[in-house]
């Protein structure tokens, strides 16, 4: 069974600081990887993809993918409340199929 | 708006019935997939198409779920004989390319919520 686990949270953070999220899988053929948010009610909104082992930055946001150890992580700088929300961790198992982790809830304290 | 669009955005139902929602994909995305999401949990994958192909369905999609995509375009998901267990909210994405490693962008889903 391939998952994909992450941290369900909540993981409060104050405002302005760094908010880590991690997230681990098990197919080691996948090539591409997500992370997605979603506001409470909302569908999920893509903020980075990542392919290539390394960091990839983006604004506040930096993907970190690491395929011999099946880990990627998200770095958001700066934190703002606006960024409270629900982070999903996502694997492309081929041809677009994706495999979510349940999600990492961030609580943005002024 | 030019995004993956959904129909309709609600839908509550009784038992027992039947519901269908409809996805229109990006213009000229050639992918189309179908996901559901239950409270606290990531979306699982139930199927997706490519063209009016539908070339796989998850063990999720129970014989009364069916899904077409006549001509290419939209999409349809029908759900027969509805249960409890199917409310859900039901997410659409589309993909702009045929690679294996592609990017897919979802819809604003569809809530279905079976009293």
């Known amino acids: 069974q391939k998952e994909v686990e992450q941290n369900s949270g909540p993981l409060s953070v104050p405002e302005g600081a760094i908010a880590s999220l991690n997230c681990t899988y098990s197919?080691?053929?996948?090539?591409?990887f997500f992370w997605y948010r979603q506001y409470s009610g909302k569908s999920p909104e893509l903020i980075m993809s990542?392919?290539?082992?390394g960091d990839k930055e983006d604004g506040r946001f930096t993907a970190q993918l690491n395929k011999a150890s099946q880990y990627v992580s998200l770095l958001i700088r700066d934190s703002q409340p606006s960024d409270s929300a629900t982070y999903l961790c996502a694997v492309n198992t081929g041809w677009g199929k994706l495999q979510f982790g349940a999600g990492t809830q961030v609580v943005v304290t002024p | 708006d030019t995004g993956v669009s959904q129909d309709p955005r609600h839908k509550i139902t009784k038992r027992g019935q039947n519901v269908t929602f409809r996805c229109d994909p990006i213009?000229?995305?050639?992918?189309l997939y179908w996901y559901r999401q239950t409270l606290g949990q990531g979306p699982e994958f139930l199927t997706y198409f490519q063209n009016e192909a539908q070339l796989e369905k998850s063990r999720l999609l129970s014989d009364r779920f069916s899904a077409e995509r006549p001509k290419g375009s939209f999409s349809t998901l029908e759900i027969q004989r509805t249960e409890q267990g199917d409310s859900a909210m039901y997410l659409c994405?589309?993909?702009?390319?045929?690679?294996?490693?592609?990017?897919?962008?979802f819809g604003e889903g569809s809530w279905l919520t079976v009293v």
């Open positions: 197919d080691r053929g996948s090539q591409s």
């Open positions: 990542i392919y290539s082992n």
């Open positions: 213009s000229e995305h050639n992918r």
């Open positions: 994405a589309s993909s702009p390319t045929t690679g294996l490693w592609n990017t897919i962008y």
